[in-house]
T-cell receptor
Framework: GENVEQHPSTLSVQEGDSAVIKCTYS??????FPWYKQELGKGPQLIID?????GEKKDQRIAVTLNKTAKHFSLHITETQPEDSAVYFC????????????FGTGTRLTIIP | EAGVAQSPRYKIIEKRQSVAFWCNPI?????LYWYQQILGQGPKLLIQ????????DSQLPKDRFSAERLKGVDSTLKIQPAKLEDSAVYLC???????????FGPGTRLTVL
C-alpha cells in the first residue's frame, strides 16, 4: 500500500517569512495530493490539492508543487501570519477505484510574531 | 452549507466498556468515512461507506469495532469492548463520491482509562 512521509515534524518561522513542508510517497499510481490544515480541537480542513496532470498550483499565499518523477510534493506558504499556526497534513491517493487517502504524520507550524 | 456533524465531542470511559459515536454527513454526500487519529499521527481510515454499503473496512478491528450507515445518511461507529489503545480522536468525513474532496467533522476525542 501507499506510504507517505512528511517532514519536518515541527517548524517555527517568523511572521512574514515563508514556510515549506515536504512529503514523499511510495506508490507511483498515486495522482491526487491534498493538503489539510488542522487547528486545535477541530477536524482537518482542505487548503489546497493538486492532481498529477499539473506541476504547481497556487491559491493566494499557498502553493503546492509536485515532482512525479521523484515522488515528492511540497506545500509553500508565503507571508506567514499568526493564523497560519496549525498542524498540516499531506496525503496521497490513486485516483481510481476506491483506493483510500493515506496521510503523512503531520507538521506542527508555529508562526512567531 | 452545514458541515459534517459529530457527537459527542468528548467521551471518557473505562476499559472494557462500550462506546458509540454518531456522524451526520453533508447533505447529498454519498461517501462517508471514519478515521482514527492517534495523538501525533495522521488520520487512519477505519471504514468507508458508499451510500449504505461498505467499500473498505480492511483496517477496522472487527473483533471490537463495528459501524453502520442505515439509509445511506447518518452513521454510527461502535467500540465494544474498549481497550486503552483505542484512545484517539475519531473523525468522520464525507464526500460527494469516492474520488471527490473529503470534508471532515470536528471529531470525537475518546479517552479510555
Amino acid at each position: 500500500g501507499e506510504n507517505v512521509e512528511q517532514h519536518p515534524s515541527t517548524l517555527s518561522v517568523q511572521e512574514g517569512d515563508s514556510a515549506v513542508i515536504k512529503c514523499t510517497y511510495s506508490d507511483s499510481a498515486s495522482n491526487y495530493f491534498p493538503w489539510y490544515k488542522q487547528e486545535l480541537g477541530k477536524g482537518p480542513q482542505l487548503i489546497i490539492d493538486i492532481r498529477s496532470n499539473v506541476g504547481e498550483k497556487k491559491d493566494q499565499r499557498i502553493a503546492v508543487t509536485l515532482n512525479k518523477t521523484a515522488k515528492h510534493f511540497s506545500l509553500h506558504i508565503t507571508e506567514t501570519q499568526p493564523e497560519d499556526s496549525a498542524v498540516y497534513f499531506c496525503a496521497a491517493r490513486p485516483n481510481f477505484g476506491n483506493e483510500k487517502l493515506t496521510f503523512g504524520t503531520g507538521t506542527r507550524l508555529t508562526i512567531i510574531p | 452549507e452545514a458541515g459534517v456533524a459529530q457527537s459527542p465531542r468528548y467521551k471518557i470511559i473505562e476499559k472494557r466498556q462500550s462506546v458509540a459515536f454518531w456522524c451526520n454527513p453533508i447533505s447529498g454526500h454519498a461517501t462517508l468515512y471514519w478515521y482514527q487519529q492517534i495523538l501525533g499521527q495522521g488520520p487512519k481510515l477505519l471504514i468507508q461507506f458508499q451510500n449504505n454499503g461498505v467499500v473498505d473496512d480492511s483496517q477496522l478491528p472487527k473483533d471490537r469495532f463495528s459501524a453502520e450507515r442505515l439509509k445511506g445518511v447518518d452513521s454510527t461507529l461502535k467500540i465494544q469492548p474498549a481497550k486503552l489503545e483505542d484512545s484517539a480522536v475519531y473523525l468522520c468525513a464525507s464526500s460527494l463520491g469516492y474520488s471527490d474532496t473529503q470534508y471532515f467533522g470536528p471529531g470525537t476525542r475518546l479517552t479510555v482509562l
